[in-house]
């Protein structure tokens, strides 16, 4: 069964610290994993990860892949209030995306 | 460009009801995806489908749930005979095509509340 895990479930950090969010996965069929963040409403696309080793970047935020040992992180520098969120990792195997329960990161003024 | 919309936004039903959750995707997209995020858990998908057509529908529950994605007009999720437990945020996202490296886009889901 496919299985996506994201660790911590919930994280409370002040202004300005550094984080780093984790995701294991197990799927049948890789291709491609997504991260997301999802404040009030409907979550919102950050980085897309199909190869090993190839770091992502946005700003304060960054990403990267290992298929060999299946996970990936999600890196946000310097934190803001406005950081505070659900972070969701997704895995596509192929039609559809098997969701992990998110990281709720709260950052503190 | 809209982004993908979804209707209606809150809706409450008391059990037994029927609930009707509506997608449109956004412009240019043939590919919807239904998915559930019950309180305190991450998404789970449910269906796939495009233009008149359940691609993969591995994620609906057996009895009450369906879709459709006509060949005019948004995508429909219909929950009949609702429980307490149906009750839920529901997001709808849209890709522009088949292919597992495409991102898909989330509408703003519908927040179904059973009585």
């Known amino acids: 069964e496919d299985k996506v895990v994201q660790s911590p479930l919930s994280l409370v950090v002040h202004e300005g610290d550094t984080v780093t969010l984790n995701c294991s996965y197990e799927?049948?069929?890789?291709?491609?994993l997504l991260w997301y963040k999802q404040e009030k409403k409907a979550p919102t696309f950050l980085f897309m990860l199909?190869?090993?080793?190839i770091e992502k970047k946005s700003g304060r935020l960054s990403s990267i892949l290992d298929k060999k040992e299946l996970f990936s992180i999600l890196n946000i520098t310097a934190t803001q209030t406005g950081d505070s969120a659900i972070y969701l990792c997704?895995?596509?195997?192929?039609?559809?995306?098997?969701f992990g329960a998110g990281t709720r990161l709260t950052v503190k003024p | 460009n809209a982004g993908v919309m979804q209707n209606p936004r809150h809706l409450v039903r008391r059990r037994g009801q029927e609930a009707r959750l509506r997608c449109s995707p956004m412009k240019g997209h043939s590919h919807v995806y239904w998915y559930r995020q019950l309180p305190e858990e991450g998404l789970k998908f449910m269906v796939y489908l495009q233009k008149e057509n359940i691609i993969d529908e591995s994620g609906m529950p057996k009895e009450r749930f369906s879709a459709e994605f006509p060949k005019e007009g948004p995508s429909i999720l219909r929950i009949q005979q609702v429980v307490r437990g149906d009750s839920a945020a529901y997001f709808c996202a849209s890709s522009p095509g088949q292919g597992p490296l495409g991102e898909q886009f989330f509408g703003p889901g519908t927040r179904l509340t059973v009585l």
């Open positions: 997704a895995v596509r195997p192929n039609n559809d995306m098997r």
């Open positions: 799927v049948t069929n890789f291709r491609s």
């Open positions: 199909t190869s090993s080793g």
